[in-house]
């Protein structure tokens, strides 16, 4: 589908549109603590995420769409202005790839990515205490993201349900949910311990590397799961 067109709909002979999956988490609920609390997790995934997820499944059917692409859907959902769908793919999407950039095991940049944050932030300290600062002073609900344009990192924000994969030229390595829903729970109004937590504790710089090679061009960037099978 060319950027811009149309999403395609249903023809007599097609099955119903599919439906997205809610992605599992690639680790227990109970993995995470005591960093993020399980119940923290069950509402977060359980409730938010798959809340997000019901809604775009709903918006496909209702329009009859049968595009199983949720980066295609939500881009061109955000090029034709059709706000409800792009909020909830949008949201469906950063949650994904939130639980992606999180994990147990403790890990340190290396290769590559090590050199470039060295080479863009003078060291891996820095480049925490800058992530941290730039979700700190976001007003609002939002996301906070490490991201790659082929070899420049940068750190972004993003308000609302928005996504920087909207633009394709850029990778997002990771990326910190800082509406409130993500952390009250266990942090109440302290956005800047969550921030600080997350990434001492819980950042995936495995998956960080991954998407580097990618955006250098080596091995394949995340996606969104594919959709189940069609219904009849």
Not at 217 to 226: A, L, N, V
Request: proline residues 6%.
């Amino acid at each position: 589908m060319a950027e811009g067109s149309p999403l395609p709909v249903k023809t007599e002979s097609d099955s119903l549109p599919s439906e997205i999956p809610l992605p599992p988490t690639p680790y227990g609920y109970e993995q995470l603590e005591p960093y993020i609390s399980a119940r923290a997790m069950t509402i977060h995934h359980g409730k938010h995420h798959a809340r997000y997820v019901a809604q775009v499944n709903g918006i496909l059917a209702a329009q009859q769409i049968t595009e199983r692409s949720l980066e295609r859907i939500l881009r061109a959902a955000y090029q034709d202005g059709a706000r409800a769908l792009f909020n909830n793919a949008a949201q469906a999407w950063n949650h994904a790839f939130f639980w992606e950039s999180m994990s147990s095991s403790r890990w340190r940049p290396g290769g590559q990515l090590a050199n470039a944050i060295t080479s863009t932030f003078g060291s891996f300290e820095r480049l925490g205490q800058r992530f941290v600062a730039e979700g700190k002073r976001h007003f609002g609900s939002g996301w906070v993201w490490l991201m790659a344009h082929r070899s420049e990192l940068s750190i972004i924000t993003t308000h609302d349900a928005a996504t920087p994969i909207v633009d394709e030229a850029l990778t997002p390595l990771l990326a910190c949910d800082v509406w409130e829903h993500a952390y009250y729970l266990d942090y109440t109004h302290d956005r800047a311990d969550w921030l600080v937590v997350w990434w001492e504790r819980l950042a995936n710089w495995q998956f960080a590397e991954r998407q580097y090679s990618a955006a250098l061009g080596s091995g394949q960037i995340w996606q969104f799961p594919t959709f189940t099978a069609p219904v009849n």
